[in-house]
């Protein structure tokens, strides 16, 4: 019986040691990018307009996991995505049916993987991973781009997208603008 109570109060000093720990310290919570699925971004981007940001990804792919690991997990950049756009995780292989803007997007058996017709509609029929996609606020399409890209590269690319400079300063000019500040 006293075994009992003496492993209870051990597991609530713990406890509560972590927990104070937290408080005082949290930059011990890792930051992460709050990733939701097209479906849920399609309906919120509905009464708040925001860019959409696509991972598409495989399970096998090995940068698509380097950039999970150190891309995604950038502070800086995890608190931009998280703040300017809705970021998307889609597993080009996916067997489930996904269905947005009314259309039903189905598995499609391929030689030995396959892939899911939306993620080669997102692609264009390039079938690279990862690729980062960006859908504007009404979920069309602004640029695919294929490959592994560190937090340094893309942070910049987010911004130009974000702001919509890519609308009327081209990419050159506006990173000279950006890397002068």
Not at 8 to 37: R, T, Y
Not at 143 to 152: E, F, L, V, W
């Amino acid at each position: 019986m006293k075994t009992g109570k003496l492993v209870l109060l051990g597991v609530i000093l713990i406890s509560a040691i972590q927990l104070s720990w937290k408080s005082v310290n949290p930059s011990s919570e890792k930051d992460e990018i709050n990733w939701i699925s097209i479906e849920e971004a399609d309906k919120l981007r509905q009464t708040e307009p925001r860019k959409i940001l696509i991972d598409v990804y495989t399970d096998w792919c090995g940068w698509c996991k380097r950039m999970d690991a150190t891309t995604f997990s950038d502070p800086q950049l995890v608190k931009y995505v998280n703040e300017n756009y809705y970021a998307v995780k889609l597993d080009a292989e996916q067997k489930e049916p996904i269905t947005v803007g009314g259309k039903t997007y189905e598995f499609v058996p391929n030689g030995r993987r396959g892939y899911n017709e939306i993620a080669n509609e997102l692609l264009q029929g390039k079938m690279s991973y990862p690729t980062i996609v960006f859908l504007d606020e009404s979920m069309n399409m602004i640029q695919p781009m294929p490959g592994y890209r560190d937090a340094k590269t893309l942070q910049p690319i987010l911004e130009y997208l974000a702001v919509n400079a890519y609308k009327q300063t081209p990419w050159e000019e506006w990173l000279k603008q950006h890397e002068a500040k």
